[in-house]
């Protein structure tokens, strides 16, 4: 009998589980068992472990898909027995031993370098923390273009921030080693260089696609990742 894997679709940076929104009614359409997750966004090494968390208590095959900063976050999480495969959307795909900042400083920045706000945040026993943010006013063009504007306004005054050690963090290490691995490049991203999806997709041996989209792509061209992750989907049912 085959096994369908549960797909767990995990967040990334200035958006959160809504960001799925688009994408979620295809994947029940077909009858996949969906979870998705709210990502702390407080440290890779922690939401890591929070995402592998909520892997080790699902019965049966897992299909993690990672967005934006859920790519370093899946590629950590991703090494849990039951995860049959992983796919990257517009994502960071680390390697063992290498930070987010140290994969994109291998590349020219992107437009969100000049868009990004820094607040203070309280951590209990220790100084503050700093959370990181994209300026409301830039959020639309930089981060989701091609997404309805009404829509856009509302997700960029309801970002869900990153701490901004998270940048420095390096991943223990690297799933897609050991997974079959899909990876979605947004041609139009000015979140992510290109560049840099192009270079950890291919430096992980993935299947790669690219789609003319931004950086939200799940709701910029929610069919694309749909038929990618159907893709996924097929490819590790046992």
Do not use: C
């Amino acid at each position: 009998m085959s096994r369908t894997p549960t797909v767990v679709l995990v967040h990334g940076a200035f958006a959160d589980s809504a960001s799925f929104a688009a994408v979620v009614p295809e994947l029940l359409g077909d009858g996949l068992d969906v979870v998705v997750p709210a990502v702390p966004n407080r440290s890779l090494i922690g939401d890591s472990a929070y995402i592998a968390s909520v892997v080790r208590q699902i019965e049966g095959p897992v299909l993690l898909v990672g967005h934006s900063y859920g790519g370093a976050v899946i590629t950590v999480a991703g090494v849990e027995e039951n995860v049959v495969g992983l796919v990257y959307l517009a994502g960071y795909a680390l390697e063992e031993g290498e930070s987010l900042g140290e994969l994109q400083g291998r590349f020219p920045d992107s437009d969100l370098a000049t868009a990004l706000v820094y607040r203070p945040y309280p951590v209990e026993g220790a100084e503050d923390g700093t959370d990181v943010y994209v300026d409301a006013a830039a959020f639309p063009a930089v981060f989701a273009e091609g997404v309805d504007p009404d829509l856009a306004r509302v997700l960029a005054v309801s970002q869900r921030p990153l701490a901004g050690a998270a940048f420095g963090e390096k991943a223990p290490v690297a799933a897609w080693k050991a997974k079959p691995s899909w990876g979605l490049v947004s041609s139009a991203d000015r979140t992510i260089n290109p560049d840099v999806e192009r270079f950890g997709y291919t430096r992980a041996g993935m299947t790669v696609s690219e789609v003319d989209s931004s950086h939200l792509v799940m709701l910029a061209q929610p069919k694309a990742v749909a038929d990618l992750i159907r893709e996924a989907v097929r490819a590790t049912t046992a």
